[in-house]
Every structure is written in structure tokens, then in C-alpha cells.
């Protein structure tokens, strides 16, 4: 099992910067893919941001170019930076993990943490 927990979420203003964490525990070993997802309310959760063991990185047209993910070498530690912030950012943030066991992918998610980008 992984078990994944959320955090550094916190209320910004438009153009504002933050970073949210996602702390990792149980079989992270086995993890081959990490990401971030968010969801705002009335809306469908939408894929943020995705980073690879071998640290290949994809993005979201609507964060490309503004949000950077990455990782530690443990794989225990997630990171989204968030630069240049608009209200249409403002969501729950979740984090996800993959693991790839006996031919068999398995998901995982945190709980989410909540980002707020208002004046």
C-alpha cells in the first residue's frame, strides 16, 4: 500500500507564487509514476502535471510554463511550484502514485490541499 498526504496549500493573491507537497510512505519503492491533479467545484478533476522515476515530466497546457513538479531521490517527496497564479488555479490540489506490481498497475491518492488564488 502508499499512502500519500497533501500540504502547503494556503490562500494567494493573482500573480502570487506557492508550493505544495505530497509526503509518500508505505511501498514507494515500487512507484514508477507520480502527479499532481486538481478539482474545482463543478468541474471535473483535471490532470495537473505528471514526473516519472527516470524524471521525465508532462504538463497541462493550462500550467505549462508556470508550474514545475519534481521529486526527491527517495521517492517520498513530491513538490508543485506554482508561479504566476490566476483565480482560475484556485481548486483542490491532489497527489497521485502509480506502482507497477505483478503486471498489474495500481492508483493511488492524497486527500488534497486546498489553493486559493484571490485579492
Known amino acids: 500500500q502508499v499512502q500519500l498526504v497533501e500540504s502547503g496549500g494556503n490562500l494567494v493573491q493573482p500573480g502570487g507564487s506557492l508550493r505544495v507537497s505530497c509526503a509518500a510512505s508505505g511501498s514507494t519503492s515500487s512507484i514508477i509514476l507520480f502527479g499532481w491533479y486538481r478539482q474545482a467545484p463543478g468541474k471535473e478533476r483535471e490532470l495537473v502535471a505528471t514526473?516519472?522515476?527516470?524524471?521525465?515530466?508532462k504538463y497541462a497546457e493550462a500550467v505549462k510554463g508556470r508550474f514545475t513538479i519534481s521529486k526527491d531521490n527517495a521517492k517520498t517527496r513530491v513538490f508543485l511550484q506554482m508561479n504566476s497564479l490566476t483565480p482560475e488555479d484556485t481548486a483542490v490540489y491532489y497527489c497521485?502514485?502509480?506502482?507497477?506490481?505483478?503486471?498489474?498497475?495500481?492508483?493511488?491518492w492524497g486527500q488534497g490541499t486546498q489553493v486559493t488564488v484571490s485579492s
Open positions: 497521485y502514485a502509480a506502482r507497477f506490481i505483478d503486471t498489474d498497475y495500481r492508483a493511488y
Open positions: 514526473i516519472t522515476t527516470g524524471g521525465n515530466t
